[in-house]
Every structure is written in C-alpha cells, then in structure tokens.
C-alpha cells in the first residue's frame, strides 16, 4: 500500500531539500524532521495496548501503551543513516539493523556489501529507511531478504520516489506498506529522480 504524505508543509520541506543552497547541517536537519513526519505517519495505526499505570492520586489509569521492542529500523546504507536519528527520536526502544547496498552505475542493479540480519524475524515489524526511492531495485532486493528471514510485516519510509519505483514496489514486493514524502515525476535516463534531491547522501555528508 502507498501512502504519500500529501500536506503543504511537507512539500515545503522537501522543497527545501531540492534547493542547491541549502547547506550540509540544514539538509541533515530537515531530513531528520521529513524521518519523524513519516515515522510517526507509519507507527499511528500500529496495535496499542491498555496497561494499568499507577496514577498520582494513588489510583490507577488505563494507558495506551506501544511495544517499541517488536520495530526494526533499517536503513540502507549510506544515505539511510540521515533519516535513522529521526526515526529513534519517536522510537527510541526500537532495534536498529543496518543493510550495505549500492547501486551499480551501469546496471542500476544493487549490489550487496552489508548483511547481518538475524536468522528470524518472526513477529518483527521492519521499517526500511532510505531517502531515495528511484528504480526500487535497492529496496525490493531489501523487501526479499527481510522475507527470507521470516519477517512479515515490513514497512519503508522515503523521502521521495518515483513513479517507476513505485510501481516496481507495488509489483515485486507487494503487501508492503510505503510512506512516501513526496511522488515526483519521473527517471531520467541514468536512473536518478526528476526533480529529485541531489545525491542525497552526498548532501547529508558533506561528500
């Protein structure tokens, strides 16, 4: 299921984004915001839970209550660090996994370098970072792996995305729910987004 973020606010930050003058420190900055808008967008319908607390008139109340501990946020590396700050501030509790992959220039497949997922996921609610959601073929190889390990429930968070990404998703990797900030319009002919952002990782580091 897809799901873009359509609100003016968060278009204006992303515009930000798009903006070759927005300097290293305030690129990082509004991508960890952009990280916690989608964060909290994926996390509001999860399962909560009533637990008695002890209140302070001696009584005690039924609060609603969320198990961070069954999240697993993964980001792929590099550019997904930049949004991984973001996603703990709302989650704190949650597990942390990182995937290496980069994307082949001529192929524009990914190519793995970093893996050290646990043998089961079973019961586990994974949710994929990654800034850029350009061919799919990063996170769709991701979706594949994580499923592998026997996890179910996966989740992926992205800034922007193409439609041809989107499509590949909705295609390959299916019952897998994607926030996305903003759907831009199209790949050019090298596979990067248009309008896009840059290289986000590049941006985000200061490389």
């Not at 909290?40 to 501990?69: L, R």
């Not at 041809?164 to 990797?173: D, F, H, Q």
């Not at 596979?191 to 580091?205: E, H, N, Q, T």
């Amino acid at each position: 299921m897809i799901n873009i973020v359509d609100n003016k606010f968060m278009t204006s930050l992303v515009d930000q984004l798009r903006h070759t003058g927005t300097e290293p420190a305030e690129f990082y900055r509004i991508t960890l915001l952009i990280a916690q808008l989608l964060t909290y967008e994926a996390i509001k319908g999860e399962e909560y839970e009533n637990k008695d607390i002890p209140m302070w008139t001696g009584d005690t109340y039924s609060a609603t209550v969320f198990d961070q501990k069954k999240i697993v946020i993964m980001p792929i590396l590099r550019a997904g660090i930049g949004m991984l700050d973001g996603a703990r501030h709302l989650l704190p509790a949650a597990q942390v996994q990182i995937l290496g992959m980069f994307r082949n220039e001529s192929t524009l497949e990914p190519v793995w370098y970093y893996n050290k997922l646990p043998a089961d996921m079973s019961g586990q609610h994974a949710i994929l970072i990654d800034p850029m959601l350009a061919t799919g073929g990063t996170l769709v190889d991701a979706v594949l792996e994580l499923k592998k390990h026997n996890c179910e429930k996966i989740t992926i968070l992205a800034i922007v995305a193409s439609p041809e990404g989107i499509n590949r998703l909705k295609k390959e990797a299916p019952n897998v729910r994607v926030f996305v900030a903003v759907k831009d319009d199209h790949l050019n002919e090298n596979g990067y987004i248009l309008p896009g952002l840059g290289d986000a990782g590049d941006r985000i580091f200061n490389t």
